[in-house]
């Protein structure tokens, strides 16, 4: 990462959206960090016993992606809170093979089944070319999330899936840090992006964002309003349209540990990260490696940057770690990235990138 100064404590450089430091040179993102709190594994075990029924095909749903966290909560919640879980897929046209094979393979070990959907007439993909365009007319690190769109109003027909199967449990296995936290100094982070105090911010920065780019108004609005709604299973509008359906993340309980979970679905589940890259985080939707590339010319920090300093803040791995782990983790491999494009009709070059050749190999 091509960076001027970086955090004494972190990894996070000074392009970090709302960064400062102190006389130290220690961010404010490590100054203000408060320790993960978990509500605890009693209180997880109390809520999962209370939804486990013996006149029913299965107690509760997960959302899995292949994905070392989503396959974690797969095979803690069959092996170890003996719970009927019915697992649902959203077929993203950038699904990793791997991810799928990861997939695959849990569902055969867990004999778990699995409802698999996607949106119809290749409207993902239509969309994600459509976004990507727009965005790169005037690139700007608020708007990538549009770039996902169609993913983010998913979490809605998942609770509409439960709902059919007459299941009132959904537990997600996102980690909780991994919503980077410079997002908050933008529209917000996936936990305060929806709240009614967040609103003015949201709406002036993006009356903004399209006075400078106005084709966003050609965007599918639609899909908008649904991102905004329904993008975090938080989200109000998703909790009143869907209050029988009780919502909690596994990491809320337990202790996210990635020692613990890419150790345990790999010895339990033979799981493997994707040999496109070097990270096993976020290879299951390929198209997170443009993104990293987008977030790296616009604001100079990707996502992964935002994790590890997080888990220095947690103290799961050191600073000195964390810089090495990093000049392997967040490099991308460009033929694969014009594959990705290729498949949407773009080039590397339409996307209008400062290029970050330490990313890019």
Not at 44 to 50: G, N, P, W, Y
Not at 170 to 197: C, D, Q
């Amino acid at each position: 990462m091509e960076t001027s100064f970086i955090c004494t404590n972190c990894i996070l450089p000074d392009t970090t959206p709302g960064i400062s430091f102190d006389h130290n040179g220690v961010c404010n993102y490590c100054l203000a960090h408060q320790p993960m709190k978990v509500r605890g594994e009693e209180k997880l075990i109390e809520i999962l016993q209370s939804f486990k029924t013996d006149n029913k095909k299965y107690d509760c749903v997960v959302g899995i992606s292949g994905g070392r966290d989503s396959t974690y909560t797969l095979w803690k919640l069959v092996k170890e809170y003996k719970m009927k879980v019915l697992a649902l897929h959203y077929k993203n046209p950038f699904d990793s093979e791997q991810a799928c094979l990861n997939m695959q393979k849990a569902l055969k070990i867990l004999n778990v089944d699995c409802i698999t959907w996607e949106f119809p007439n290749d409207i993902h993909r239509k969309a994600t070319r459509k976004n990507l365009a727009v965005w790169a007319h005037n690139p700007s690190s608020l708007l990538i999330p549009i770039v996902c769109g169609y993913c983010k109003t998913g979490f809605g027909k998942n609770l509409q899936i439960a709902r059919e199967n007459k299941i009132h449990l959904y537990v997600i296995g996102s980690n909780p840090i991994e919503t980077p936290g410079f997002k908050k100094a933008g529209l917000g982070g996936a936990r305060t992006y929806h709240r009614i105090s967040n609103f003015p911010n949201i709406l002036a920065k993006s009356i903004k964002q399209i006075a400078a780019n106005p084709r966003y108004l050609k965007l599918n609005w639609n899909m908008v309003l649904k991102m905004y709604l329904a993008a975090g299973h938080s989200s109000p509008y998703l909790r009143l349209r869907y209050k029988d359906i009780t919502v909690i993340r596994l990491f809320d309980y337990i202790k996210w540990d990635e020692k613990k979970v890419v150790s345990s679905i790999t010895n339990n589940l033979g799981w493997q990260k994707s040999p496109e890259i070097a990270s096993p985080w976020r290879f299951d939707c390929r198209l997170d490696y443009v993104r990293r590339l987008m977030y790296a010319s616009t604001v100079g920090v990707t996502e992964l940057r935002d994790l590890f300093s997080k888990m220095i803040r947690e103290k799961q791995m050191t600073r000195e770690e964390a810089l090495q782990r990093i000049s392997k983790e967040d490099v991308v491999s460009q033929a694969v990235v014009e594959e990705i494009l290729e498949g949407l009709g773009l080039k590397l070059a339409d996307l209008n990138l400062r290029i970050d050749r330490n990313l890019l190999v």
